[in-house]
């Protein structure tokens, strides 16, 4: 009910700020006899980890996961698992001076409204560094979806898309900014660089794409599997739209180009011969490929002066030091992945139990 | 669990199926001694109701809800509030010649998939006669709301977009097709015979602004207003994307255009000077207007015969002849704007329950 | 969240009034392709119904159920199955000169309190009547609990306990009690009618056995099965008490003898010596039977004058005269096996959802 | 869904095995700015606290919690309140010899039916060391009731009942056994040197009393006030009885003795002349005091051997040495305690939710 909890059936409930002690989350629902240990969800986490390349924040975190209950001689019990990262580089001292100031595009302003009351130490509960759990969590969710290959990649920064033709899953973890193509590399490069250089920031487009997802899964009208999605997605920092198979695209086209035809395959199984669903109809996948994008927004830590106003009521103006990412949606790929995770195995748990 | 339910606190369950006796919801966590009746309800529903341009679906239903409990002397009594609308002009035999294929671009096929069985008349629970229900607590929301205008607009109707200089509220009711842009209405009149004609559907854009929202509205992390009105509006049928504020648009921005200023009116409260964000900082209202944009796909119910499969797994062909919209977004828009006020009532409820 | 609900798999929303037009329930989570009419139902209905005997109230109602959505062709589809009964022998005029005052020991006074509204008719969302939808409700939860056997007796009324050697549940449907005890019924007889005749009520204990539960139905800590059972059997209208097992005379057993001993049967199972946990050991089943027992107050409706207040604050006295119980305890047992039934269906389910 | 969580808008994520590092959980709901420190909380461990008299168990655990978020500068902030205590004096190897064998009366043999898997050492998940983390919640659910009073004391151990006649609630906290009878301590004290010289264990009766509750708490039908007790109750580790009121005493009154007379009293308010209905009617607060009384077993880790099989499905016999208290229901009362406090929580913010 406090929007500090996701899914249904598997289930976590996350915590922390991001200049308490540590942060953590706990994972309910998750079916015993799993093999689970740290190792299986620290490589997700150092993908997300800042301070990996110039253009991500210089904040250094190990992020290191531990995990508290729930496992058992290398395996999952089926009770809570409870996961806890220390924050070790918290330099409360860079947002003194903020304190009192709404930074324009934050949450300061909203926090202040709706609680009278905010942890202003780099963002507190609003920071991105909560998302540091959902990759936790997602990396979970993945040992319950053993035939589901999720990855997701940037597929634009600022004005600059990617050439599709170029699609390569391969580089994907070979570059600093989780692209499929490798001639957009340099494209990005320079383009950030003469961002970062000017102390401002830039969007970027994710696309995430599910392999292996059996058909059925989703429910209909309310928790379509799409409508999980829209949510999960959007519910991540920064994030200003979510879009499923052909997306706002499909407004442009007619009811015959957009309809995905059916044929039976060589193996004899449905084969569908485009998928501008995405994978999914009436909110229940299809068996096809699940395929989303989500726009983030430009991040607005920036160095231009912005006006705003301060917590007793006066104008005045910010510009915003600290340490920060100048395209979140760079960090934003292994988040997108892990929402997407959670998502599917929720809603695979939610499909065993609809049938006896 | 099961997908058929709305909300936390402000919460409806909905039932029933395209070509059943009736439909109907049950909504809960209404307040006490609210004045409603029947009448209050029944104007948003004749907006929606089929049968009314040449460009909906000719099926004719009064739609005519009746209130089964919940509200005694004209006044909510604090418990559930049922609503049924009995199903009057569903000819089960248009369908008979589908029963036993899937039609691309629908349900059918994934229905199957998930539960063995489906009501194939009319689409059975996926048909978007489950949207009068939305619509009908949507009426009852608003209610909650008393100082909240929400209103949508369709902005774009395959590829021909409004020109929004000419925006105008006044003339939303007073046109078939919920638009703000009185040149707009020959063009699509034309666009969209064309397409009927033809056998073909479109798609459509609908833009929902709700005014006068307070701060405060919406829970941090995952239950976001933002990620929650994502959910709401994914869940309507043929909704393929959603975006909040600039949306996707906000991607070629940089971090000091994109964040919206803050000054102090003359009234002495906040002021912001541009809204990016579409009302929602952090995930919690601003209080500008709330804004979302909706993509609707082409109805894939088309006279253009389609690839597809039957129940047993042959190849085939299909017509899909039956009663339809060759837009559906255009009826989207009264649904777009019951979602918005089902997301925005539950939130306010939510809110007052989180301070004491 | 408005407490209207059962379940969390298996879960229904309940609706109506004691006077209004229809009392429903929308049972969801239902798997799809079982058998489902309603003859199902009926049945169990029929067995709660009023009317039956001397010692039941003398309101006449059909209890006629109908199922209007989530089955087809004689299948449930996995859809929200929306049940009504119509209200037909609803006599508003009964309780007019109650209207504006509490009737102590009923739920007048903190309906008032907590709404400021209440449909005072027959108490309205209060009164017992609202139990034939969990009758409904049970009765489709037994399909899903295909090979489990729920039967509830009523073991005590007053001071008069029946004697446990005589148990018989092949005279459970044959007698106006719900009594396993043959010796008991001329008893009970004489004692009810002395209480009638002197307008008076009284209280009875129910005793529930679900036997064929398989073991491993439960979660642990907060959703014990035992502490599912104690809520579901507690929310049942005059109930005060509930326990499992040994239940309160266990207190004064040594460990020793509480604790079951444990063997191998003839069949190679476990099996267990004794049943005090009453099927019930960390809040999971053990494959025993489970045997429950709940309290329920005497009604307080009843001729004898009582001393209580109006809306308006002023002191009067009350003379309950309408239509009620004598020993509302009677018609509980069928309420009692509904609530096992549904408890037992929601965890069923839950126990499927939690392991791959 | 797991089990693991407690309550709906005050709601907490309990995780932790009894011989793992540490036990937490995570409060959320808690609204913002209420002063909060571990100072508030410790109290109440303490008193729950093992090792305190020879009448408990000797393992020593200093339960020192720690907050690691949800409070900023000594208030909460209206985010999850994350609390941990470590496990220091797990003594694993007490528990060797019981790896395989199901100890009679524990969870033992159910978690092994439903997970396949469990945590032997000491009980895991389903060790009364999880009751530290209800205690902890409950001390955070009393910020949110600060008028209200909530007590629970032992009324019976074994056969021995306290004279009521003596009840005096200042001597709650000045003997081992939380009784409010002085002159039940000799008694008691000899009686359970016996049984535990016996190597053998009693049950009690717990009496917990809410005073200062706001008529109005509670929801209807299936969240009545006395249900979710009676569910937060029967979740307790050994509890096997709840009754609310009069209780299954009820049962043999007469109507016109057990419902309350209703007066106006000298302050204009309405005063009831007696509480057999333990100030609940309905489901829903009175005003008057809130009591109910908790069955407690014998706990089963007792020292004379018991019949049992192992995993592999052969017979044995067991005798459960560790360290363990001899009655169970002593230290139960801070945990009743607990639960009442963090019902009466969850509903004050649902009444609160309930009302614009």
Redesign the interface.
């Known amino acids: 009910?406090?929007?500090?909890?996701?899914g249904?059936?598997f289930?976590y409930?996350?915590?922390?700020?991001s200049h308490?002690?540590?942060?953590?989350c706990?994972v309910?629902?998750v079916?015993?006899?799993?093999a689970l240990s740290e190792a299986d969800i620290q490589p997700f986490l150092n993908r997300r980890r800042p301070g990996q390349s110039k253009f991500t924040t210089q904040r250094q975190e190990a992020d290191e996961v531990k995990i508290?209950?729930?496992v058992?001689e290398g395996?999952t019990?089926?009770?809570?698992?409870?996961l806890i990262i220390e924050n070790n580089d918290a330099k409360s001292k860079d947002y003194t001076d903020i304190k009192d100031k709404?930074?324009?595009?934050?949450?300061d302003?909203?926090?202040q409204?709706?609680?009278?009351?905010?942890?202003y130490r780099g963002g507190?509960?609003?920071s991105a560094r909560?998302t540091a759990m959902r990759v936790a969590a997602g990396a979970i969710a993945r040992k319950?979806l053993s035939d589901v290959t999720i990855r997701a990649a940037v597929v634009?920064v600022?004005?600059h898309k990617i050439n599709r033709d170029n699609w390569n899953w391969n580089i994907l973890h070979d570059n600093p900014f989780f692209t499929v193509d490798a001639d957009i590399i340099p494209v990005w490069e320079e383009f950030l660089d003469g961002?970062r250089k000017a102390g401002?920031?830039?969007?970027?487009?994710v696309e995430v794409v599910a392999s292996g997802v059996p058909?059925?899964l989703?429910?209909?009208?309310?928790?379509?599997l799409?409508?999980?999605?829209?949510?999960?997605?959007?519910?991540i920092n920064a994030v200003?739209?979510?879009?499923?198979?052909?997306?706002?695209d499909?407004?442009?086209?007619?009811?015959?180009?957009?309809?995905?035809?059916?044929?039976?395959g060589a193996d004899?199984n449905?084969v569908f011969?485009s998928n501008?669903?995405?994978g999914?109809?009436?909110?229940?996948?299809?068996?096809q490929d699940v395929v989303a994008r989500v726009?983030?927004?430009?991040?607005?830590?920036?160095l231009?002066p912005?006006?705003?106003?301060d917590v007793h009521?006066?104008?005045t103006d910010i510009v915003t030091k600290g340490r920060h990412d100048p395209c979140v949606?760079l960090r934003g790929a292994p988040v997108v992945e892990a929402m997407m995770a959670c998502v599917l195995a929720d809603h695979w748990?939610?499909?065993?139990?609809?049938?006896?």
């Open positions: 009910m406090s929007g500090n909890r996701f249904t059936l289930q409930q996350s915590w922390g700020e308490g002690p540590a942060i953590g706990v309910d629902g079916p015993p006899r799993i508290l209950s729930g058992f395996q019990t089926g009770t809570p698992i409870s709404f930074r324009p595009g934050h949450a302003f909203t926090y409204q709706k609680y009278g009351i905010r942890d507190g509960r609003s909560e319950i634009q600022g004005p961002r401002s920031s830039v969007g970027a487009i058909a059925g989703g429910a209909p009208v309310y928790d379509k799409d409508a999980d999605l829209a949510k999960a997605l959007m519910s200003k739209g979510v879009e499923i198979g052909a997306g706002f499909c407004v442009t086209l007619g009811g015959e180009e957009n309809a995905d035809d059916i044929r039976i004899g449905p011969l501008h669903a995405g999914i109809l009436g909110g229940i996948s299809t068996g726009a983030f927004k430009p991040t607005s830590s920036i231009t912005k006006q705003t106003i009521g006066n104008e949606g748990l939610r499909h065993k139990a609809q049938n006896l």
